[in-house]
């Protein structure tokens, strides 16, 4: 499988940050939100997405996830783990 070039693709700073970042409250509380699950973002959207930066990378985590595009998650995961090391 071809790796997909998600720098020229997408805002790769929303994605770092929807890799990073944490779920800072509810039932998910401390889980990366690209690791959500998308029952719970479709939760979301249906009672409405919170405000602010947290609302924004839920509904694109969202977006991504409901388009087949985990691959763009799961390999900026791997590039992160890796640069840490």
Do not use: H
């Not at 690791?35 to 719970?40: I, K, N, V």
């Not at 939760?43 to 947290?54: D, E, Q, T, V």
């Not at 969202?62 to 995961?77: R, S």
């Amino acid at each position: 499988m071809e790796e997909f070039d998600w720098k020229n693709e997408v805002d790769k700073d929303i994605l770092i940050e929807i890799c990073k970042m944490r779920m800072p409250f509810g039932k998910y509380q401390g889980v990366i939100i690209g690791d959500l699950p998308e029952a719970y973002l479709l939760w979301f959207r249906a009672k409405g997405f919170p405000k602010g930066r947290i609302g924004q990378l839920l509904e694109n985590t969202l977006e991504i996830k409901t388009n087949g595009m985990d691959i763009l998650l799961k390999d900026l995961k791997k590039r992160l783990a890796s640069n840490q090391k």
